[in-house]
């Protein structure tokens, strides 16, 4: 295993366990922690677009930046609500999120091969398939945990074939996210958005997938609500 792998992947359970602590221990942590980490990623976001944009297009920076302070904030407004609503599925989310990453990492050192896209040369066909992959590892792990609980898990045991199809979804979103805030690291010459985490370089690199997974998850459920499915 790798040094660079070690750590994300300590990184990566570091960050989980510091969620699930906040969201399990108090509802106001929950909220706060999600302001600090839309602020963060902002301020590094802001970096980004301020390298590409500043000097020749300001009006178009300050384009940028103020949308993406909104979509921040309802980021954080929509993850609070489902945290309220239930907080083992907000972490069941979070979960697939993260596998999500962590396949594509796996494969893509391990496979190699074509390139998915110009935009981020890191990212391989290989390593876009062992996204999805292992995106579905959380449905099994999860499964088991809860078959032989009194807890009751929205959508977990009755419905497979949506389980499998959020997972895929969520992965397929994770990825976008992640090209997107990579097409802007390319465009400002920047390898990471920032340092403050081992492995993972800045926050943003961390939560790109999961900043457009969880608003996308809810605007879905929203549309099949309306469908009354």
């Not at 992640?178 to 958005?193: G, H, W």
């Not at 459920?221 to 469908?227: D, P």
Request: glycine share 6%; with cysteine.
């Amino acid at each position: 295993m790798s040094k660079e792998l070690k750590k994300r992947i300590i990184t990566s359970i570091t960050l989980f366990l510091f969620i699930y602590i906040a969201i399990f221990v108090n509802l106001y942590l929950s909220l706060s922690l999600l302001i600090i980490i839309s602020i963060l990623s902002w301020f590094e976001f802001s970096k980004m677009v301020n390298k590409i944009y500043l000097d020749r297009k300001e009006f178009i920076a300050n384009l940028i930046l103020i949308i993406s302070a909104i979509y921040l904030t309802i980021f954080s407004a929509i993850s609070y609500y489902l945290i309220v609503f239930d907080k083992f599925y907000f972490l069941y989310l979070i979960l697939i999120c993260a596998f999500s990453d962590i396949g594509g990492y796996v494969f893509g050192k391990t496979f190699k091969g074509r390139k998915l896209t110009k935009i981020s040369p890191n990212k391989t066909i290989s390593g876009s398939i062992g996204s999805f992959i292992f995106s579905l590892i959380p449905y099994f792990i999860l499964k088991i945990i809860f078959l032989n609980s009194n807890i009751y898990f929205l959508s977990f045991t009755e419905n497979l074939l949506f389980n499998f199809l959020l997972c895929l979804y969520l992965s397929l979103v994770c990825q976008i996210g992640d090209i997107f805030i990579s097409y802007f690291k390319r465009l400002s010459n920047l390898k990471d958005t920032g340092k403050i985490l081992p492995g993972h370089g800045g926050l943003l690199d961390r939560i790109d997938g999961i900043i457009f997974a969880i608003p996308s998850f809810a605007f879905v459920g929203y549309i099949l609500n309306l469908l009354n499915y």
